[in-house]
């Protein structure tokens, strides 16, 4: 058998070598598998890995349109592979892959402004083929442009069943055993698992790749959460040995797909048997490992964040630690990070008895309106009883909630921002949020006021006396926007008194 | 003339000497009288003050039914008066003072408890006979057992009109120059007034009292704001001399009113002039001359909290801080100041421009049950647009809002505590905010859980193997309680997934 490689990739999709080579022994611990790339613009070198049949691959994503050369090493075989291919400009989707922008934001690699948009499904890509078909039509006509979800298999109230695949060779616990009552006795790894931790099973990480690559080509991130403390299994509970040949696999698997974000663990402070050691520890491989710079951050469970001022870290990945408030700690966190700030849980819309998941879709539109305009971004979820468990939070399927058409809205004008981004700014009182754009000088002459559950009769602005300003009343909830007439001076915008108001106002480009 | 006192008077009631006496010079400050009382159970001086024309007059409140004796003194008159009267018992809606009990509650002095449901109507007494009947119309049907108002006038937006009267001889600066444009340009001591600040109008300081009288008749707490910051007349600028004479007039004449309260302040910390040793000084006056230990505490702006912890302070009087979190940081201050914790400005149910004053009614009566749950208190107020610029929060009238007839039904839930109160307990699940009796062992069995705009279509419950448990589901809006049935054991309570609901839970007697 001979290697086969892409003849032709766009940039920043996925050149892959196909190679074969020894299957004795061990073949994902005993050998080694290396692709360096080269071009004009840039020299590269990845990690490739064993995907079983005694097939080993390597994958690359450039990152400029040009003519590429590659050599494969590593003992996986007795012999040396190269070739070149030719790589074409990106296509009208593709932006490349996200960086942080100005700070506080986010754009893609092609310079096109990234407005996150987030939701959580934790494993919705381990459920039945219909139910994830299901989750990606629902996808397609939502705005949400970010996903969470976990590689390995979760286990907790309301997701008891057993996933479509395990991660490694081997066999779970009986889970008919399992109750809505029981199910926390057998957290952790109970008799009745045997698995190899260092045998992977390549088809639950092809499953993922494939996954990875639709919500690619819908223009959704991929933000993956490599370690969670919902495990029945023991794959939160490996040893040093072993989470670093997982972390290894993950990253020489996945690390080509433009649209994957790094999230190290869900609640990493709830995985008792990791320390601050192991964390920075896998860090430090996604920095090596990972040539493309993905986005990396390590999500909370209460008030115990980790250090988001860490130099690894490229954003906040926030989960809300309070009741009643959330995204309005915003620009603290801006303040203290220095780094864009993504609340990616925020209590979820629902009526699950749990109180992280059952707010109205009312209260968490506002709370993604809270931390917009204090220039950060927020995540949705959903938490709705259903009859056969199917609850989009982990499961995927359809939305019943109220949030995702008005979050589709929200996106609508963070779209219209003329900038990158927005940040925070005192309003027309001192304690109305508002936001103008992520700017040195403030001279876009650009103003969006948020109102939340206040209901003001209307605002007295002034900016100036010379420009001339267009205001907007918009409903946030109706995701209606009226123009209320252009300005000069001191002026009024009325309001009806009501909440989810915001209040648009942008100077007119001079005659 | 010769003296006349009240020849007969119900504990807890007023006593009145009334004194002819000298009016050469400033009777207000150049004479002394003072009244000493004495029965089987108590002795007491205090001063009293002059009422203009000639009229000097000393009132006290018995605290117990029987034979006094009194005498008066000071250098008012040449003359010496003595007399005795008898006190009866007090008629069946006479409780006497309110005091504090349990630590973080309150009772009347004949032990009945008193569940505070307080509103603000800073200047009601000093508008119009018509609207001041029309306010104690309202307050006849209202829940509200405390009120807060302001013995000084008030000038503030929507407050630009002149009070009924002014509580020193002398004239105002001319207000037809006020508009809501420039009202700020005059606070403080503009030019225009012309005050004798040694010679109280007599006339303002007895209508106050007959409101406080009829507050009394309907059963309400007068919480008197002595000084406040909304001034244009220099009230709030007087010199120490000044404000002490003002103070112990202040405290002569209203203090043997059982249902006084005394307010320092209204946001202290925005009187500019003030230092904290004026505050001590006042506090130290009014522990001295009230011998009738009245409630008494400060109001704050912001975060800038008086010292709670001071000993004269008998409650936290709280102005919430933040537009979010309000009455949910209740259990947090009763364990830094050991006090009951009155959350007297919350925001206003309303739709003005200020943001303390447009939050909805179901924002409103949240906050109430939030502070319920945690063993604290709240009060309302309102500020809807009116035509006339009469808003209740500062004008009285009549109320618009949709929250007062909730306040009564929570008025209904809080009188039904077995016990003096309520103290925070941990819920359900560990963020649910919950209460049960003020006690110190726990045994009452009772269980009130509150869950704001958490919307769980159900909570577990388990207390012991052997009791039975009669629950309730209530509707905090729709104002409904249903009896959902007894149970032993683990028990589930079913719920609409909707918001401001809550579940009552009590331990049946046994058998």
């Known amino acids: 058998m001979e290697m086969t490689f892409s003849r032709q990739v766009e940039r920043w999709d996925i050149f892959e070598a196909i190679c074969p080579g020894k299957t004795a022994g061990n073949p994902f611990t005993d050998y080694t598998i290396r692709g360096t790339f080269k071009s004009k613009n840039e020299t590269k070198s990845v990690d490739g890995f064993y995907d079983g049949d005694g097939i080993y691959k390597v994958r690359f994503m ?18 040396k592979y190269s070739g070149s291919f030719p790589v074409t400009p990106a296509s009208v989707n593709n ?3 996200v960086r942080v922008a100005y700070t506080y934001h986010f754009a893609y690699e092609d310079g096109t402004p990234y407005f996150s948009v987030g939701t959580t499904c934790y494993v919705w890509e381990l459920q039945s083929e219909e139910l994830q078909k299901k989750t990606l039509e629902t996808l397609k006509k939502s705005a949400f442009n970010k996903i969470r979800f976990c590689i390995l298999p979760k286990h ?13 060779i081997g066999k779970p616990m009986d889970s008919s055993v399992l109750t809505k009552e029981n199910f926390h006795e057998y957290d952790g790894n109970p008799p009745g698992n045997e698995w190899d931790f260092k045998r992977f099973n390549v088809e639950h990480f092809r499953h993922i790749e494939k996954c990875i690559g639709e919500l690619r080509n819908l223009g ?11 495990d029945r299994w023991g794959f939160s509970m490996m040893d040093a040995e072993c989470d670093d040949l997982y972390w290894n696999y993950v990253i020489a698997r996945f690390a080509a797909y433009r649209n994957v974000w790094w999230s190290l663990a869900n609640e990493y402070n709830t995985m008792r048997q990791k320390k601050t050691c192991d964390w920075e520890r896998y860090a430090a491989i996604i920095c090596e490992k990972d040539v493309y710079n993905h986005p990396r951050s390590i999500h909370n469970c209460g008030v115990y964040f980790y250090d988001h001022s860490r130099p690894w870290i490229t954003h906040c990945s926030i989960q809300k630690f309070d009741i009643y408030k959330t995204t309005e700690f915003a620009a603290e966190y801006r303040v203290r990070y220095r780094k864009p700030v993504v609340f990616d849980e925020i209590s979820y819309e629902g009526n699950i008895q749990h109180d992280w998941g059952n707010i109205s879709g009312k209260e968490l539109v506002r709370r993604f309106w809270e931390a917009t305009v204090r220039g950060a971004y927020a995540g949705h979820g959903e938490t709705y009883i259903h009859p056969d468990d199917i609850l989009w939070w982990s499961h995927g399927g359809e939305l019943y909630g109220e949030s995702p058409p008005r979050l589709k809205f ?8 003329p900038g990158p981004g927005l940040k925070p700014l005192a309003g027309p009182s001192w304690m109305d949020p508002a936001a103008t754009v992520e700017e040195l000088f ?3 002459g650009y103003y969006l006021y948020y109102f939340g559950f206040l209901r003001p009769s209307f605002k007295d602005f002034y ?15 109706k995701m209606t926007i009226k123009k209320t007439g252009v300005f000069r001076g001191r002026f009024r915008v009325d309001l009806p008194g009501k909440e ?12």
Chains 1, 2 share one sequence.
Do not use: C
Request: no cysteine; glycine share 6%; net charge negative.
């Open 62 to 79: 450039p990152s400029f349109a040009e003519e590429y050369h590659f050599e494969i090493t590593g003992n996986f075989s007795g012999e």
């Open 463 to 477: 900016f100036d006396d010379t420009n001339e300003y267009e205001a907007e009343v918009i409903d946030t909830w």
């Open 156 to 168: 907790l109230d309301y997701n008891l069943k057993e996933p479509r695949s395990y991660p490694y």
């Open 410 to 417: 929200l996106y609508r004008i963070l779209s219209e921002t």
């Open 95 to 97: 932006h490349g892959p």
């Open 220 to 230: 959704i991130e991929a933000d993956l959460i490599v370690m969670h403390p919902y």
């Open 500 to 511: 989810y108001m915001a209040i648009r106002i942008q100077r007119k480009k001079n005659g």
């Open 442 to 444: 403030g001279t876009s």
